[in-house]
């Protein structure tokens, strides 16, 4: 099903979205509609285990504190985070709230509900 932009643009202004959501998102955002980041929580071993195509940044929680200025890199984008089941990105939303991020949403379910296109062993999207 195609989306307006409008439709695209509210998917980000709530506070979790679905896969099928992400999966649209991403491909308005290949075709120049829309603009967020995709932000991948997890721990490494995990990321090289399986991502979603399309990840901008890879933060680890237990590593948080050492990117947050990555994180205040992208504090007035649009942002997307990510985890294994949607447990931590609660907790890192929760976070960024209160910090000041007005614009970040998490994927429910996390890469487990996520059914787009997921890679293994890819490369880091940034340093770590």
Do not use: W
């Amino acid at each position: 099903m195609g989306y307006t932009k409008e439709e695209l643009e509210q998917m980000l202004q709530t506070k979790e979205m679905s896969g099928e959501q992400l999966e649209a998102l991403l491909k308005a955002r290949e075709e120049g509609l829309i603009e967020f980041k995709l932000v991948d929580i997890r721990e490494v071993f995990e990321y090289d285990a399986a991502s979603i195509d399309g990840t901008d940044l890879l933060i680890p929680t237990s590593m948080i504190q050492q990117h947050l200025p990555k994180l205040e890199a992208i504090k007035d984008e649009n942002i997307v985070l990510y985890c294994r089941t949607g447990n931590r990105t609660a907790q890192v939303m929760y976070a960024l709230d209160n910090m000041g991020y007005p614009k970040v949403v998490h994927l429910a379910h996390g890469i487990m509900g996520y059914r787009g296109k997921i890679s293994q062993n890819a490369p880091l999207p940034n340093e770590l």
